[in-house]
């Protein structure tokens, strides 16, 4: 794959009959099939690195008498990055481990057939729910200049970014105070994703044992 992370726009898993969607938005990637959710980032970086660094071990010469047998036809797995809105595709078909090294994957890209040692095949393990992110908010702490607390029984807490300090109404409070706060924020996660859970599943849900 010879583009930089930066000129990926769209990426496709496919693998045992589903597929997985990715899309850029600004500098985030986000599932857009089956789920819309923001993509896990360290994941998405994992599998772009481990396409990138992919080294063919051995070319296979004669592939059309075997290519069942490998896997290859059809693929095991199928991996296909697009950069400038799907303008320009690369396309990576996945196969079946070779029984006598049983540590190389059989693969094609290109119309060539060939041997790799590359870990790809666990990208294709993953499934959907693990592959959405955890973090609450994917913004650092420099990039916030506006908070907004809601509660039930109270007004809204508003803080504004002011120079090297914050606004509350009237008052001024130190950064230092405010920086505890969206350090918190931007470092919160989810221990895990609940798959087909919404807001109103949960109003209705009976409350204890």
């Not at 660094?53 to 296979?60: E, G, L, N, P």
């Not at 540590?103 to 870990?119: I, N």
């Not at 039930?152 to 504004?160: D, N, Q, R, W, Y």
């Given at each position: 794959?010879?583009?930089?992370?930066?000129?990926?726009?769209?990426?496709?898993?496919?693998?045992?009959?589903?597929?997985?969607?990715?899309?850029?938005?600004?500098?985030?990637?986000?599932?857009?099939?089956?789920?819309?959710?923001?993509?896990?980032?360290?994941?998405?970086?994992d599998?772009?690195s481990?396409?990138a660094?992919?080294?063919?071990?051995?070319?296979?010469d004669?592939?059309?008498?075997?290519?069942?047998?490998?896997?290859?036809?059809p693929?095991?797995?199928?991996?296909?990055?697009?950069?400038?809105?799907?303008?320009?595709?690369?396309?990576?078909?996945?196969?079946?481990?070779?029984?006598?090294?049983?540590?190389?994957?059989?693969?094609?890209?290109?119309?060539?057939?060939?041997?790799?040692?590359?870990?790809?095949?666990?990208?294709?393990?993953i499934?959907?729910?693990?592959?959405?992110?955890?973090?609450?908010?994917s913004?650092?702490?420099?990039?916030?200049?506006?908070?907004?607390?809601l509660e039930?029984?109270?007004?809204?807490?508003?803080?504004?970014r002011?120079?090297?300090?914050?606004?509350?109404?009237?008052?001024?409070?130190?950064?230092?105070?405010?920086?505890?706060?969206?350090?918190?924020?931007?470092?919160?996660?989810?221990?895990?994703?609940?798959?087909?859970?919404?807001?109103?599943?949960?109003?209705s849900?009976p409350?204890?044992?």
């Open positions: 794959i010879h583009r930089t992370e930066d000129q990926i726009t769209n990426i496709a898993l496919e693998s045992g009959g589903s597929q997985i969607e990715f899309a850029r938005r600004g500098p985030d990637f986000w599932m857009t099939s089956p789920v819309e959710d923001r993509a896990d980032a360290n994941r998405v970086a599998l772009l481990e396409v660094s992919m080294r063919i071990a051995a070319f296979v004669e592939p059309e008498q075997a290519l069942v047998q490998m896997g290859i036809d693929p095991t797995g199928v991996v296909e990055i697009w950069s400038e809105s799907r303008e320009a595709s690369s396309g990576l078909r996945w196969g079946n481990l070779d029984p006598d090294t049983e540590t190389r994957h059989y693969a094609e890209a290109e119309g060539q057939v060939f041997l790799t040692e590359s870990g790809l095949q666990e990208f294709f393990d499934s959907v729910e693990e592959w959405r992110s955890l973090e609450l908010t913004f650092e702490t420099f990039q916030i200049d506006r908070l907004e607390v039930p029984t109270e007004g809204p807490l508003v803080l504004i002011d120079g090297a300090d914050w606004q509350r109404n009237e008052d001024t409070i130190s950064f230092t105070t405010v920086s505890d706060l969206l350090y918190a924020l931007t470092q919160l996660q989810a221990e895990s994703v609940l798959p087909d859970v919404t807001a109103e599943s949960l109003e849900a409350v204890g044992p």
